[in-house]
């Protein structure tokens, strides 16, 4: 999956901070349901960070996303790796 951040001001280790309403474009999403290939196009956040937002609720490690089709069919859970390891405010 890749991440296109909706905003560049607020940053960690010198990349945008990504939220749950950024748009995200999946690629490796395999499931088939009875043989047929429904491709994910979308991601539902349903667990961003709980207290810290720039703007909208942040993404974490922790954040816990599910992918869909275009059907809204659930895909399978979303992982999200570190990237950074710490955040310093300014």
Known sequence: ?????????????????????????????????????MPCVSVQWSMPAQHTQAGSPVLTESSVGLCLAATQAPQGAVIIQPAQQQVQGI
């Not at 280790?13 to 690629?27: E, H, K, M, R, V």
Request: with cysteine; aromatic share 6%; glycine share 14%.
């Open 1 to 37: 999956m890749t991440a296109t951040p909706s905003q560049t001001q607020a940053q960690a280790g010198g990349s945008p901070i990504l939220q749950a309403t950024d748009t995200f474009l999946i690629a490796g999403c395999s499931f088939a349901p009875g043989g047929v290939a």
